[in-house]
Nanobody, 128 residues
Framework: VQVVESGGGLVQAGGSLTLSCTAS????????MGWFRQAPGKEREGVAI????????FYADSAKGRFTISRDNEKNTLYLKMNILKPDDTATYYC??????????????????????WGQGTQVTVSS
């Protein structure tokens, strides 16, 4: 199984970025997917999660109204559209997949081991 993020980069505050995550070696539509991030010196935090069909999503308060998570099960790809970026959004962003039976906000705060697969991360840097 491979989970690979892309799309990170350097952007000015107020700008936008779209992250992508492509998964291979698994049946993508069977997995709940999530985006997490970790800034230097801080704990990893959940950003957004999406259920298997893509019809239900949850966001961290920090992401609500600015970020949009989506997925394309035919392309085995997860997306995170980020608008109105702030310097506080600077972090390494990770994509993760879980076979969890139930979809809920708890997955934003779940332990690392709750997710079956993680990507290597993509760096997002927002300059002020």
């Amino acid at each position: 199984v491979q989970v690979v993020e892309s799309g990170g980069g350097l952007v000015q505050a107020g700008g936008s970025l779209t992250l992508s995550c492509t998964a291979s070696g698994l049946t993508f539509e069977n997995y709940i997917m999530g985006w997490f991030r970790q800034a230097p010196g801080k704990e990893r935090e959940g950003v957004a999660i999406i259920n298997r069909s893509g019809r239900s999503t949850f966001y961290a308060d920090s992401a609500k109204g600015r970020f949009t998570i989506s997925r394309d099960n035919e392309k085995n790809t997860l997306y995170l559209k980020m608008n109105i970026l702030k310097p506080d959004d600077t972090a390494t962003y990770y994509c993760a997949a879980t076979e969890a039976a139930f979809f809920g906000t708890w997955l934003l705060r779940a332990q690392y081991t709750q997710y079956n697969y993680w990507g290597q991360g993509t760096q997002v840097t927002v300059s002020s």
